[in-house]
């Protein structure tokens, strides 16, 4: 991978060191709430972890964590608009259940969705493939991983890496509601997972005592579904007895991300405090650690090369970010004066008594690219976002059927 020209606009970010004030001016434009007993097509909308927008087709997505213990497993089509200033509408006219090939719907359990991209439909106009990760349901025996549906809600097959990566309690591979929590679509159709900790054999969860522990990012491709590479991605010590975990990433450009990070200090009390953090991190000078079974005993920067992170900010920096848990992040359309919007996403854990959070911020001297299909199609080039907006047709006839003008609102409040 080539190292990206965002480097020499940003200060690193090494070992929690901040050596600059945090580029790029990220800034909250507006923070809506969405009623934790708001439904889509009677379906709960809630235990949002995951968020995308394809900027060929107009579609956004979002996806719930719920293992199908309040609704099936679900996957919502979005419309989120927003003007100059900030100003968001919010709403929904579509959620999809996660089938079986043959069409069943999954039996709750089964799967914990946690992030969410959109693969450009080809032809323009058709449905567009999910690629998603999950959590599995590790503790019986239904495995962590990336997989893959149309919007026919059809499962398809995993994607492939190695056995060390494979569950085994207290010996190997992610722990229970750690695992694959990321994942980023590259504007050359390649994929990278990320989990939410690091794999049991790597070291500990980053938490006060740990030092600087390192989860791992699973890089694939796309249209083998095979795995072509392994990076480290380190996650500094947090202090006064508070975790921090990588919970979602979305791709600037094949060689950057912007990772969301939180910071939680564990708690019995419904309301969360969680403080969010917003990183560049840059692939291009990371080792490939594929095929290496265990971290444990390595010396960052002597036996192996992590990605390298730049800090953007957090709650208070943006300007009054709600302290709830952000867990899934989007790139919307640009802004007509060129800065990058950037959605958010917050988890209410499916509790109808707390809200939903969707949050603009905006970014100065970022340029996210993304896939596009070929006017002539079966193949895709990398694009810039631009500013233009639209709804999908098929959403469009969507509401023609039911007879709406707007779709189903969630609406703020």
């Known amino acids: 991978m080539r190292r990206s020209m965002l480097t020499a606009l940003a200060c690193t970010f090494m070992a929690g060191k901040a050596v600059a004030e945090p580029p790029h001016n990220l800034t909250l434009l507006s923070e809506e709430p969405i009623q934790g007993y708001a439904r889509v097509n009677n379906m709960l909308f809630g235990g949002m972890s995951g968020i995308d927008y394809d900027p060929q087709s107009k579609f956004w997505y979002s ?74 349901v590790l503790e019986q025996g239904n495995k962590a991983g990336v997989f893959e549906m149309c919007t026919g809600a059809t499962f398809m097959d ?44 790597d070291g ?22 095979n795995q072509i590479g392994e990076m480290a991605y380190p996650l500094e010590e947090p202090s006064d007895g508070a975790i921090r975990s990588l919970v979602d990433f979305v791709a600037v450009d094949e060689d950057t991300l912007l990772a969301v990070e939180n910071i939680e200090i564990p708690s019995e009390k419904r309301i969360r405090d969680v403080t969010t953090e917003l990183y560049l991190v840059e692939l291009g000078d990371a080792s490939n650690i594929m095929g290496v079974q265990s971290l444990a005993g390595m010396t960052a920067g002597e036996d192996f090369t992590p990605v390298t992170k730049t800090f953007l900010g957090d709650n208070e920096s943006f300007g009054g970010l709600r302290r709830s848990p952000y867990r899934g992040v989007t790139f919307g359309p640009m802004f007509k004066d060129g800065r990058a919007s950037i959605v958010l996403i917050s988890d209410n854990g499916c509790d109808q008594y707390q809200s939903t959070y969707i949050a603009l911020l905006s970014a100065d001297d970022i340029q996210p690219r993304r896939p596009f299909v070929k006017p002539e199609g079966r193949a895709f080039e990398a694009r810039d976002i631009t500013s233009e907006r639209g709804i999908p047709q098929r959403i469009r006839t969507i509401r023609e059927q039911k007879g709406e003008e707007g779709g189903e609102e969630l609406g703020a409040g």
Not at 173 to 195: C, K, Q, T, W
């Open 63 to 136: 996806v719930s964590n719920d293992s199908g213990e309040s609704s099936p497993v679900r996957f919502f089509a979005m419309l989120i608009d927003f003007d100059e200033k900030g100003n968001m509408t919010i709403n929904s006219d579509e959620v999809q259940k996660l089938n079986t090939p043959n069409g069943d719907l999954y039996e709750p359990g089964k799967h914990t969705p946690s992030s969410v991209r959109i693969i450009p439909p080809d032809p323009i106009g058709d449905e567009p493939y999910l690629v998603w990760t999950s959590e599995g």
């Open 158 to 201: 995993g994607f492939e890496y190695g056995d060390y990566t494979n569950f085994v309690a207290d010996e190997q591979g992610p722990r229970v509601d750690m695992a694959f929590e990321s994942i980023a679509l590259l504007p050359n159709m390649e994929v990278v997972a990320g989990y939410e900790q690091a794999l049991t054999q």
């Open 204 to 225: 500990p969860v980053s938490t006060s005592g740990s030092g600087t522990t390192y989860t791992r990012l699973i890089h694939l491709d796309y249209f083998k579904a």
